[in-house]
Each structure stands twice: as structure tokens, then as C-alpha cells.
């Protein structure tokens, strides 16, 4: 079955600065790689998520990219700020016909003021 | 629109006894998934429940079932309880035509097995 590797568990940067966490996956069927973020005691909210079709992909101050050869996809964050401090979790998935994600352990990102 | 729910928000439990938890997908949504998360790990799938019918199963023992009803709400119910078995219990639901894309997930059940 799948296993997706995420890294580092434990990220702490300033504000201001970038946070970048990676993800491998080992199923090269997966096609859908989404990223949670999930604050304390709150549910996992979806953030950006890219398709095995697309390199890159960016939402204001997130983005993440994806190298299929590779196999790992990667998440980056500029300009942090102190509430983007939380845990994020990469998943990975084959989508339609398996209805079946595969997360990663996260990382505990903490933004420092 | 309402998001996915879930119910109860606690759970208490002894070993040995069975718990039931409850799930409502967001309106129009087929899919429902469940998964299990330790305290501070990450999430393990469970089950994948469409159009009333177990699409998929990870790897947990058949103690763990469920099933869907026709309006799409979902049971996940686990018998013989274990220690082990403490966790947080999230559902999440996607749109009929996305399949495993873009999962909503609910508050979760924190069930406690003493």
C-alpha cells in the first residue's frame, strides 16, 4: 500500500520568514496530493491541494509543487505570521476509484513573533 | 451550508464494551470517510463508505464497521473496546463526483476507553 513520509515533525521559524515541509510517497498510481492544516482541537481544514498533472500550484501565501519523478510533493509558506502556527498534514491519494488518503505523521509548525 | 457533523463530541467507554459514532456528510455529498487519529499522530483511514456500500478498508480489525444509511449519514461502530482504541475519531465527506478529492472533515468524537 501507500506510505508518505512527511518532514521535519517539528518546525519552528520567525515571523516573517518561509516554512517549507516535504513529503514522499511511494504508490506512483497516486494522482491527488492535499495539505490540512490542523490547529489545536480544531478539525483538519483543507489548504492547497495539486493533481499529478500539475507541477506547481499557489494560493496567496502558500504554495506547494510536486516532482511525479521523484515522488515528493512540498509545501512552502512566505511571510509566516503567528496564526499559521499549527500542525500540517501532506496526504496522498489515488483518487476516484480508491476513495482512500494516505497522511503523513505532520509537523507541528510554530511561528514565533 | 452546513459542514459535516458528528456526534458525540465525547465518549467514554470501559474495555471490553462497543461505541457507536455518528456522522452527517455535507448536503449532497455520497462519500464518507473515517479515520482514526492517536493523540499526537497523524490520521489512519478506517473506511470509505459511497452510495451505502464499504468502498474501502484500512488496515484495522474487523471489531472496526459501520455502515451508511440512505440519506448518507454514516455509524462507525467498534466493539470489544481496547485501550488502545482511545483516540480521536474524525469523519469527512466529499462530493459525488470527486471521489477521494477535496475530503470535508467534521469536529471528530473523542472517545476515551478506560
Known amino acids: 500500500g501507500e506510505n508518505v513520509e512527511q518532514h521535519p515533525s517539528t518546525l519552528s521559524v520567525q515571523e516573517g520568514d518561509s516554512a517549507v515541509i516535504k513529503c514522499t510517497y511511494s504508490d506512483s498510481a497516486s494522482n491527488y496530493f492535499p495539505w490540512y492544516k490542523q490547529e489545536l482541537g480544531k478539525r483538519p481544514q483543507l489548504i492547497i491541494d495539486i493533481r499529478s498533472n500539475v507541477g506547481e500550484k499557489k494560493d496567496q501565501r502558500i504554495a506547494v509543487t510536486l516532482n511525479k519523478t521523484a515522488k515528493h510533493f512540498s509545501l512552502h509558506i512566505t511571510e509566516t505570521q503567528p496564526e499559521d502556527s499549527a500542525v500540517y498534514f501532506c496526504a496522498a491519494s489515488t483518487g476516484t476509484n480508491a476513495g482512500k488518503s494516505t497522511f503523513g505523521d505532520g509537523t507541528t509548525l510554530t511561528v514565533k513573533p | 451550508e452546513a459542514g459535516v457533523t458528528q456526534s458525540p463530541t465525547h465518549l467514554i467507554k470501559t474495555r471490553g464494551q462497543q461505541a457507536t459514532l455518528r456522522c452527517s456528510p455535507i448536503s449532497g455529498h455520497t462519500s464518507v470517510y473515517w479515520y482514526q487519529q492517536a493523540l499526537g499522530l497523524g490520521l489512519q483511514f478506517l473506511l470509505w463508505y459511497d452510495e451505502g456500500e464499504e468502498r474501502n478498508r484500512g488496515n484495522f480489525p474487523p471489531r472496526f464497521s459501520g455502515r451508511q444509511f440512505p440519506n448518507y449519514s454514516s455509524e462507525l461502530n467498534v466493539n470489544a473496546l481496547e485501550l488502545e482504541d482511545s483516540a480521536l475519531y474524525l469523519c469527512?465527506?466529499?462530493?459525488?463526483?470527486?471521489?477521494?478529492?477535496?475530503?470535508?472533515f467534521g469536529p471528530g468524537t473523542r472517545l476515551t476507553v478506560t
Open positions: 469527512a465527506s466529499s462530493p459525488v463526483d470527486r471521489g477521494a478529492y477535496e475530503q470535508y
